[in-house]
């Protein structure tokens, strides 16, 4: 068997009729034996005693895999090096290389200077990724107004420019410290 060369590749949804007893068997499977039991999956080949142990990760990464393409939803395998030049942390977090630069002289985001360029370990990069969507969604549950139908629109109104007030002092304190 040859393997294929460690490069980012798509893959689309084609036949949810071949995909749906795959999570029918990994979903039951979960509601069974929950996390009381330790599962082991394998993969398993043509021959008698042609089976290989998954690793748990390679397990979660399979199951993530199909339940996106049995939603129709295409995903993309993007094999990373554990470090990072400056360009790919900036690709990998959706931001411009000069904001990840910025980020490493304000010590948010560690890296390791080599010569002129900066190296990234990947981990790093994908924790400041996690903490900042967690940064996101509590600003966004601190600003939220609840909204009755039956509530007058200038209250609506009042409510949304307060939480957008509120939101603006954090933001400018915390640029300014």
Do not use: C
């Not at 980012?8 to 996390?35: I, K, N, Q």
């Not at 609840?146 to 509120?166: C, M, N, T």
């Amino acid at each position: 068997m040859t393997t294929q060369p460690l490069e980012e590749r798509t893959f689309l949804p084609d036949d949810g009729e071949r995909l749906a007893p795959v999570m029918s068997f990994l979903e039951a499977h979960e509601r069974r034996w929950g996390a009381a039991a330790k599962p082991s999956y394998a993969l398993v080949g043509t021959d008698e005693g042609d089976r290989i142990e998954l690793p748990a990760d390679v397990h979660q990464a399979l199951k993530q895999v199909v339940a996106a393409l049995l939603a129709g939803r295409a995903v993309t395998i993007a094999p990373h090096s554990m470090t990072l030049t400056s360009q790919q942390a900036a690709d990998l977090l959706g931001v411009s290389r000069p904001t990840v630069k910025r980020l490493i002289e304000k010590n948010e985001l560690p890296a390791e200077r080599i010569g002129t360029r900066h190296r990234l370990k990947l981990d790093d990069v994908l924790d400041y990724r996690e903490a900042r969507r967690r940064r996101q969604y509590d600003a966004l549950a601190e600003t939220a107004v609840d909204v009755s139908i039956e509530e007058d629109p200038a209250d609506v109104e009042r409510h949304l420019r307060e939480a957008r007030h509120l939101a603006a002092e954090r933001y400018r304190g915390k640029r300014n410290s």
